[in-house]
C-alpha cells in the first residue's frame, strides 16, 4: 500500500531549472528519511542526497551540492527535488525513495520520472 509517486520529468534545454515531486501514501512522511537518487542511461544508481527528520538535516551528494535542493511539503505529503543549471549530463531516470530514522536503507521506491537535457 505504501506508494511513492514521480513526476514533473521531461525534456528542458541546457541552463534551465526543473523540479521534480514524489508523491508518498502509506507510511507517515514526516518521520521517514527521504532521499532522491537518479540513474542514467547503461549505468549504476547514483545517490543525489536526502532529508533526515531525526536531526533535521538535509544531505546533498558533491555532485550536486549547490545546484539542487530538497524540500518537502508534509501538508501535501510531496518530497521535492529542484534542479538547476541542468546540463546534459543529468539526463536519466530520477527516483524518491524512504526508509526509516534507524538506518541508513531505502525501503521504498518510485517508479522514476525521466529527465531529459538537450544541448
Known amino acids: 500500500q505504501v506508494q511513492l509517486v514521480e513526476s514533473g520529468g521531461g525534456l528542458v534545454q541546457a541552463g534551465t531549472s526543473l523540479t521534480l515531486s514524489c508523491a508518498v501514501s502509506?507510511?507517515?512522511?514526516?518521520?521517514?528519511?527521504m532521499g532522491w537518487f537518479r540513474q542514467p542511461p547503461g549505468k549504476a544508481r547514483e545517490f543525489l542526497g536526502q532529508?533526515?527528520?531525526?536531526?533535521?538535516?538535509?544531505y546533498y551528494s558533491p555532485s550536486v551540492k549547490g545546484r539542487f535542493t530538497i524540500s518537502r511539503d508534509t501538508a501535501k505529503n510531496t518530497l521535492y527535488l529542484q534542479m538547476n543549471k541542468l546540463e546534459p549530463e543529468d539526463t536519466a531516470v530520477y527516483y524518491c525513495?524512504?526508509?526509516?530514522?534507524?538506518?541508513?536503507?531505502?525501503?521504498?521506491w518510485g517508479q522514476g520520472t525521466q529527465v531529459t537535457v538537450s544541448s
Open positions: 525513495a524512504a526508509g526509516n530514522v534507524y538506518d541508513t536503507s531505502y525501503y521504498y
Open positions: 502509506g507510511i507517515t512522511f514526516s518521520s521517514h528519511r
Open positions: 532529508f533526515n527528520p531525526s536531526d533535521d538535516t538535509t
